[in-house]
């Protein structure tokens, strides 16, 4: 589902490149945590796969579209099959939690009568129901991170990233959260999320991808962080490349009924 | 082992163009199936949020629409000032001729032939003459209320005023600038020359310096009319797009957001540009109506000074009052436009 190849990046101006020849893949209906401390290179691997950033050298395959072939103008909707959350939740502050969620299926050009009928259900699986005419501002840091879900799984897509997602929140409020996203992972989304938390990472026994210094360093299924010389590099899977509709054929149930 | 790592690397090597390209197509075509496009559906959406938008940013909304009233304004100003100067020159300069003064003793049918000559000059425009008992005639008229005159005109005195008074001619010229084929004409022709009043000369020397003074600022309303609007425009644009240059750059961020999630450039900028334009409609409308009462407040003290207001009065009260509204209106969406699309531009490039 998502596939990078001895991706690499070097800032301009920087020495030492931010990401270094990484290879990850991660597997249709899978949980990932992707791990490190700050400049690790975690939000560079991101914004790769957002295509915020372009790599220097290597190959990044999502949901089988590989994003050499993906020019400016096919981004907008690239991006619209991704689900995408944000440390900073990155909400329309002059619009309402209701707003913000259908700002999301506005732009991939569905019906009002289909907005109206999504929308709500969406917010009954963040638990926002109550909130639907409320502004960004009026609410709290957890509230505003699950309409930022919300919005990202209105479009029920096969992919969401979330970076840094419980940053700024509270150890309730980020449990919270991580059962959300959990949630949203067994009804059969791929779920990325980075974070430098290590609490939620192992207490979720999920996949864990360990960076340091811009490389992998280690790649763990139950959960728990490798040390940088116990890990080899991941070798990139030969059947993914042979068969690349396969992501795309292997459909995750539906979110919202 | 190692081997047949090595033979699969080199496979996978091999092989990796070809199906990438495939993968590449197919996730291309299945991206662009998934996009649903209704331009009308579109287009609502944007006009909505771009209304909203209007209204939720009020006290910025306000002062795009105050900056461009005012614009509006100082543009009608210096298109009317240009007008109505342009029009108090043509007038002055209409009310200007030459007066030829002839001997008393000059007929009428001398006058009509006197006529004849100086209408020869392409650059008269009318002429008009009166003999010595029209020149009486005159006289009478404009003291008609005057008792004491009148009174001592008996038959004698009214003989001897006639014998005293010249012939005249006034000639009215296309351009005042240019008086010397007349002036040649008068003093080279034998007739004129035979008829010429001794006393009095022809006045045309004496207005020269007159007409070439409202011939200069006739010229200077023209001209700086024309540079006082553009300069106006230029500031009232530049002021307009730092304006909503500051309203965007307050949204630089919501509009990187909207790039996030996968907003195409024009569900991002519509509303920005709707923002505007509806800036530009309020405003149209505000500085019309502004302008209407204002000048027709001022026209009538303006008229006493003796300047020429009736050409701007008259469209004011014609059915053209609407074209002027609509023009207002649609200055306002372009200047709205153009600013809002300069500004939006540079924050859409980015992310």
């Known amino acids: 589902m998502i596939l990078l190849d001895s991706v690499t990046k070097i800032y301009p101006g920087d020495h030492k490149p931010a990401l270094d020849s990484v290879s990850l893949h991660i597997e249709p209906n899978e949980f990932v945590f992707l791990v490190g401390k700050s400049g690790a290179g975690k939000s560079t691997l991101m914004k790769m796969i957002t295509k915020e950033e372009i790599p220097d050298s290597g190959k990044i395959i999502i949901g089988g579209i590989d994003l050499d072939y993906v020019k400016k103008r096919h981004i907008p909707g690239y991006r619209r099959r991704l689900g995408v959350v944000f440390q900073d939740f990155k909400l329309l502050p002059r619009r309402t939690v209701y707003e913000n969620v259908a700002f999301a299926l506005e732009i991939a050009g569905m019906s009002g009568k289909e907005i109206r009928k999504t929308v709500p259900k969406v917010l009954e699986l963040v638990d926002l129901s109550d909130q639907a005419k409320k502004f960004p501002r009026q609410l709290s840091g957890g509230q505003q991170q699950r309409v930022s879900i919300a919005r990202s799984v209105a479009r029920q897509p096969k992919i969401l990233i979330a970076d840094e997602p419980t940053a700024n929140l509270d150890k309730l409020t980020t449990e919270e959260i991580i059962q959300l996203l959990k949630k949203i992972n067994d009804f059969g989304t791929t779920i990325l999320v980075t974070t430098h938390n290590e609490g939620i990472v192992n207490t979720l026994q999920k996949r864990v991808v360990t960076m340091k210094d811009g490389k992998i360093v280690a790649d763990q299924k139950n959960g728990g962080i490798y040390k940088l010389d116990e890990t080899p590099q991941p070798k990139l899977p030969k059947h993914l490349i042979q068969t690349p509709g396969h992501a795309l054929k292997n459909k995750p149930k539906r979110i919202i009924q | ?351």
């Open chain 2, 1 to 351: 082992m190692a081997e047949t790592k090595v033979k699969k690397a080199k496979e996978l090597k091999d092989e990796e163009p070809k199906n990438l390209k495939k993968v590449a197509k197919s996730g291309l075509k299945t991206m662009r199936k998934t996009r649903k496009h209704h331009p009308l559906r579109e287009e609502g959406r944007i006009i909505k949020y771009g209304a909203s938008g209007f209204t939720r940013n009020f006290w910025l909304s306000s002062a795009a629409t105050a900056v461009m009233s005012i614009t509006l304004i100082i543009l009608f100003a210096t298109v009317v000032a240009s007008v109505i100067l342009t029009n108090t020159a043509e007038m002055m300069r209409d009310k200007i001729d030459i007066t030829i003064y002839f001997k008393p003793v000059t007929s009428r049918e001398t006058l009509d032939e006197l006529t004849e000559i100086i209408s020869s000059d392409s650059n008269t425009k009318s002429v008009v003459t009166s003999d010595s008992k029209e020149e009486y005639e005159k006289f009478l008229a404009e003291n008609a209320g005057s008792d004491e005159i009148i009174n001592v005109l008996d038959d004698e005195m009214k003989e001897l005023m006639i014998s005293k008074m010249q012939a005249t001619m006034r000639i009215k010229v296309y351009n005042v600038d240019n008086l010397d084929s007349i002036k040649d004409l008068v003093e080279t022709n034998e007739v004129f020359q035979k008829y010429l009043d001794d006393e009095k000369q022809p006045t045309y020397d004496v207005n020269q310096a007159e007409i070439a003074t409202i011939t200069s600022w006739a010229r200077i309303a023209r001209t700086g009319g024309i540079i006082l609007a553009v300069v106006f425009l230029v500031i009232s644009i530049l002021i307009i797009f730092s304006t909503i240059r500051m309203a965007i750059f307050s949204r630089r961020e919501e509009i990187y957001m909207m790039k996030l999630v996968g907003a195409d450039r024009r569900f991002i900028r519509g509303p920005f540009l709707v923002e505007a334009e509806l800036c530009g409609v309020l405003a149209g409308l505000i500085a019309a109506t502004t302008s209407y009462f204002g000048f027709m407040w001022l026209a009538p003290r303006l008229s006493n000074y003796g300047i020429n207001v009736d050409e701007i009065v008259g469209i004011l009260q014609s059915n053209k009052l609407i074209i002027m509204f609509l023009i207002f209106i649609g200055i306002g969406i372009i200047i709205g436009r153009v600013s809002s699309r300069l500004a939006v531009s540079k924050y859409l490039h980015k992310a």
